[in-house]
């Protein structure tokens, strides 16, 4: 759920800031590579499990 709330934020954030060259898929990602996935040891979390968890709110 932290996950889910995270990119939710950031996609609001994306919203504001309008990159041009930047889908909001491309800007979450880039965050969650460079500053969420740095959090778990290395070799224990991959890009595209935190990725699975931003699309859909969990129940």
Do not use: D
């Not at 460079?34 to 499990?49: A, D, I, Q």
């Amino acid at each position: 759920k932290v996950v889910y709330e995270i990119a939710s934020h950031w996609r609001q954030h994306y919203s504001i800031l309008k990159p041009r060259r930047e889908s909001v898929e491309s800007f979450v990602e880039s965050f969650m590579e460079t500053k969420v996935l740095p959090l778990w040891p290395p070799g224990w979390m991959r890009l595209s499990t935190l990725m699975k968890y931003t699309n859909s709110e969990p129940s």
